[in-house]
């Protein structure tokens, strides 16, 4: 008989990072509970983390590499697997050039301490500069804005939401997604301590949200007017005299540029188009600007549509211009114990323009380009055309825009290499599936959202189990990847040994900070709340911050554009679509846990009653719901949370295909969104994916049989 243990981790499916006391005795998980002695979630988690079991357990799990045989599926070896790989692909780059091969990376490698670090290995070894990833449909706008503005993607402010007295959340639901580009756990506790300590919390949302219903006010904005929301509050901000750069005076350069930008843009002129009352976002501007401290948090929202770039620069700006940037209750960069800015040298960020996409010309950042361009780069003849892909850890065809394109275009793929937990809707084209661990199976430190979080938390997760049958880690595969592709023999080193030496060189050096350090506090370590430090962590060549990089003010007349309406297409498709997620479900991968299917359905189409009454549509009935690029049936669901003209539709799902074997989501397929997207509506600055604002149209099923 085995003796009950505990095991304490933190859990890696969303950014929060919550600590996990974990009850199991021998393989078998007795209970799964918030840890109250982690310094940094103290104690609070959601219903997710109790289905890290399911994942755990699920009979669905690859649990061997796969060959595709005929229309079934074929258990191989890693050998021989490694084999086929390295042949497959080396012959395919040595006939069509090293970029024939492209690779899209998804959400669950930022959550991986062994991708996080082997992962930039791989890519050199592939040497295609084919690069994706899902960071093209959520927050790639914050890295151009922070490259731009800062000399560093990966310098990202982050709201101090522990000590601000005012926050303006623009299209972020943090009650629901636990917070994102802003780490910490219990969200809605942390939103609420605002309002108790006597500040004030506003949210922008087109649609009433689980968080502005917490929240003091709720402004219902047009989709995709913030940067013209955020110019106008900008604007106000400067013809009232309320500039105030704080510490930061003499470090900021390009201020002129903004004053002379946002003349177009005041109050009067943006109301419109922003659908709301002029004296109404002068007098926001005024409360932003004289509250003792302020910030303004933009996400999703305001990234995955058409003026991204602009609406993430402009939240900086609004942020610096007031004097909330880089103090306590501002905007203020995290100083995290794996310093991804430890290597990044000063630098012009203007020096060497973006490269672009070979059929639509789209900008590369980051070392990636548009995953809304990936069907084309695939489906388009000519030299430089992609052959091949590997997919890590990523479900595009639902998660990407128009996903029902990149399912056409990965089925005429010469090979495909898929590296999941699942057979999918995207992993169901490949050639070879690689089987990963995760969750309680791996080790966890958080590389990625340490850098995002609200305070500097440290902690090491040893894995609970081994993994299952043939799987291997994620590392481990990317380690064969990289030896099938080089022929270059394995070095012996280990997601850990690379931890350690960062932890070493870190910014907590001075104190010691190693994995033996954190090994010995298995609840983690508080590393103390955010400080100043703007002049340690910017990277341009004067160590100043850009305020006006020449990249935005470029975009601006495509801004001005949209105060005037396309009344043609709305004829056509006379709603905006917007998106939802559910407390329940995480992207498209968690739908295979019994009890967290539970929570989520029935997936519906949420809109307003007053279309619902012009549409002769009621709670429950189907529609049809249909944009330039496709069509789903759904059913809907009356709710006054939505503005009138905009519908929503949850991300994640669309589990309709029947050769997957994904039992459990079969069970509520729901529709996918990105059947709606559209592939060809980005954010042209950035390439970023327009999800939100998709032009869409409804009727009734029966009318249009
Ligand atoms: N319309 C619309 N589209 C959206 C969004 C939206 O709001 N609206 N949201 C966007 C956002 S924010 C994101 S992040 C993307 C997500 O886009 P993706 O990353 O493409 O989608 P996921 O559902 O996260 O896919 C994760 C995949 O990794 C697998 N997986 C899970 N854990 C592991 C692991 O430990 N190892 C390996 N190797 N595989 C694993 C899963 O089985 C699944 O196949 O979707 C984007 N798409
Ligand atoms: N439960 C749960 N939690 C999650 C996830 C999940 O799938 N489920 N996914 C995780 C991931 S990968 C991410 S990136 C984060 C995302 O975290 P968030 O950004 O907080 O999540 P969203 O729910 O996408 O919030 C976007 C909000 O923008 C609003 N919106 C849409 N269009 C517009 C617009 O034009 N303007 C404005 N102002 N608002 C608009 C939507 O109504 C929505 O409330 O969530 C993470 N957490
Ligand atoms: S909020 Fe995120 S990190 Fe916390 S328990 Fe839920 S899924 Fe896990
Ligand atoms: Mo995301």
């Known amino acids: 008989m085995f003796e009950i243990q505990t095991h304490f981790r933190t859990c890696n499916i969303c950014e929060a990072m919550c600590g996990l006391e974990i009850s199991y005795q021998g393989g078998a998980i007795l209970s799964i509970k918030p840890d109250k002695q982690d310094p940094f979630s103290h104690g609070h988690i959601c219903p997710k983390a109790v289905a890290l079991q399911d994942f755990h357990t699920d009979p669905d799990r690859i649990r061997t590499p796969l060959r595709k045989a005929g229309s079934g599926w074929r258990e191989i070896s890693w050998d021989e697997a490694f084999a086929e ?13 090293a970029d024939s091969v492209g690779v899209y990376l998804g959400n669950p490698n930022a959550h991986n301490l062994g991708n996080a670090v082997f992962l930039p290995r791989f890519q050199k070894a592939l ?21 731009y503005m800062f000399g560093a993607s990966m310098a990202i402010p982050v709201p101090d939401i522990d000590r601000t007295d005012f926050m303006l959340i623009i299209g972020g639901n943090p009650v629901v997604s636990n917070g994102s580009m802003m780490s910490g756990a219990g969200m809605p506790g942390r939103i609420k301590a605002i309002q108790k300590r006597g500040g004030k919390v506003v949210v922008i949302d ?18 995709e007017a913030d940067a013209l929301l955020l110019f106008a509050l900008i604007r106000t901000v400067i013809e009232e005299g309320l500039v105030d750069f704080g510490h930061l005076k003499g470090m900021v350069d390009g201020y002129d540029g903004i004053v002379a930008a946002s003349a177009g ?14 004296d109404r976002i002068r007098r926001l501007a005024r409360e932003f600007a004289t509250a003792p401290s302020a910030v303004c948090y933009s996400r999703m929202g305001a990234s995955t549509q058409s003026f991204g770039g602009l609406c993430q620069w402009l939240t900086v700006v609004l942020n610096i211009v007031t004097g ?6 501002g905007a203020m960069f995290p100083q995290p114990a794996f310093d991804l800015l430890a290597r990044v040298q000063p630098n012009d960020p203007d020096a060497r323009p973006p490269l672009r996409s070979r059929v639509r010309q789209l900008p590369c950042f980051s070392g990636e380009f548009p995953v809304a361009t990936l069907a084309d780069e695939i489906l388009t003849e000519g030299s430089g055309q992609i052959r091949a892909m590997f997919t890590i850890a990523g479900n595009p065809v639902l998660s990407a825009p128009n996903g029902d394109r990149l399912d056409t275009a990965f089925a005429q793929l010469d090979f495909m290499v898929s590296v999941d937990i699942y057979l999918n809707e995207t992993t169901r084209h490949a050639d070879i599936i690689l089987p990963a661990a995760t969750g309680l199976e791996i080790a966890q430190f958080d590389v990625f959202f340490n850098s995002f979080a609200v305070r500097n938390p440290a902690k090491y997760s040893p894995p609970l189990f081994q993994p299952q049958g043939n799987q291997r880690h994620d590392w481990q595969i990317l380690k064969g990847l990289i030896a099938c592709l080089t022929g270059t ?4 080193t280990t997601p850990e ?4 030496a960062a932890l070493r060189s870190g910014p907590y050096k001075d104190q010691g900070l190693s994995l033996s350090t954190l090994s010995e506090h298995p609840h983690g370590l508080d590393l103390g709340p955010l400080r100043p430090c703007a002049h340690e962590r910017v990277r341009t060549l004067n160590g100043h911050i850009r305020l006006a990089p020449a990249l935005f003010l470029g975009d601006l007349p495509r801004l001005s554009a949209a105060l005037q309406a396309d009344a043609g297409e709305r004829e056509h498709y006379p709603f905006r679509l917007i998106g939802r997620r559910l407390v329940w479900n995480h992207n498209t991968w968690t739908h295979n846990s019994r009890r967290l299917l539970k929570g989520a359905g029935p997936i519906t189409v949420q809109l307003h009653s007053s279309d619902a009454s012009r549409l002769g549509v009621s709670t429950g009935q189907m529609v049809v719901v249909r944009s330039r690029t496709g069509q789903v049936d759904i059913e809907v669901e009356v709710n006054d949370d939505m503005s009138p003209g905009v519908i929503s539709i949850p991300q994640g799902w669309g589990h309709y295909r029947p050769d997957i074997g994904m039992r459990t989501a079969a069970g509520l397929p729901g529709v996918s969104i990105n059947s709606l997207t559209d592939g060809g509506r980005i954010d042209p600055l950035t390439g970023n994916a327009a999800f939100n604002g998709t032009p869409v149209a409804i009727r009734a099923s029966r009318q249009m049989a």
């Open 85 to 97: 790989i390295g042949q497959r692909v080396r012959a395919i780059q040595a006939q069509h050039g």
């Open 127 to 147: 040497g295609s500069r084919n690069r994706y990833s899902s960071a093209s449909a959520d927050q790639l706008p914050h890295h151009v804005a922070a490259n």
């Open 206 to 223: 087109p649609r009433r949200t689980e968080t502005a219903k917490l929240a003091s006010e709720h402004l219902a904005i047009r989709p």
């Open 265 to 278: 843009f005041t109050p009067e002129r943006v109301c419109e188009a922003v659908g709301l009352p002029a």
């Open 324 to 329: 909330n940037f880089d103090r306590e209750g």
């Open 489 to 492: 023999a394995d070095d012996g």
């Open 497 to 500: 040994m690379l931890l350690d």
